[in-house]
């Protein structure tokens, strides 16, 4: 059975904090719900379980410009096309919602994944509070 990527799923606050640690990243507790608050859209998969094993979503003024963010994929659930799935079903939302840009920021290792899911790789910079 294929699962499906859903816009806007219903989740609670614990489930994306889970999966963030799970794939070994800081859970960013007080993030939520805020985050749900105030991103445009978000996407989200879940096993048949009920377990959240994807998540990404879209940030922005919603005007001609968004921001994807956080794209992940539970390990046990990796190598699938999940993560591609995510990321396609993502940007038709942006389409839909009215965006014509989408930009996001990832490590080198994953420009082919990123191009895979129609992104153009081109230099750029990123600024963090130190």
């Not at 490590?107 to 191009?115: G, L, N």
């Amino acid at each position: 059975m294929m699962m499906q990527i859903c816009i806007n799923p219903a989740l609670s606050n614990e489930e994306v904090p889970n999966l963030r640690k799970a794939i070994g990243w800081d859970g960013r507790e007080s993030d939520y719900p805020a985050l749900f608050e105030r991103c445009n859209f978000w996407a989200g998969a879940k096993d048949e379980q009920g377990n959240l094993v994807a998540f990404g979503y879209v940030a922005g003024m919603g005007l001609q410009h968004g921001y994807m963010e956080d794209i992940m994929v539970h390990p046990d659930y990796r190598g699938r096309g999940i993560g591609e799935r995510l990321v396609k079903r993502l940007l038709e939302e942006a389409q839909a919602y009215g965006l014509e840009i989408v930009t996001l920021t990832f490590a080198e290792r994953h420009a082919s994944f990123y191009e895979r899911c129609g992104f153009r790789v081109g230099s750029g910079g990123v600024w963090e509070k130190k």
